[in-house]
């Protein structure tokens, strides 16, 4: 069965709806390049004595001459040592 509409809604015409203003554009974010990454190796004490108790001469020379104090007193100790045994 059908019943009669007693009242009516009636809807009231908006005003059209302005679009949201435009937003501004945004700077693109800039990306700092990451510095390489650095590996530092710290070896023994022992393992230094070692390396430089196998250090050829030549080696010992080169790094003196570029201001290795160790290097320095070792060819100084072995001048020395050479001086004596003569």
Known sequence: ????VN???Y???QAAA???APRPP??????????AARDTVKISVVAQALQEATETQAQTIKEA????VQARRLL?????ARAVTR
């Open 1 to 4: 069965m059908v019943s009669p």
């Open 7 to 9: 009242s009516a809604t």
């Open 11 to 13: 809807v009231q015409a």
């Open 18 to 20: 302005q679009p949201p």
């Open 26 to 35: 945004q700077p693109e974010p800039t990306v700092k390049p990451q510095p």
């Open 65 to 68: 001459g570029s201001g290795d």
């Open 76 to 80: 100084a100790q072995e001048a020395a």
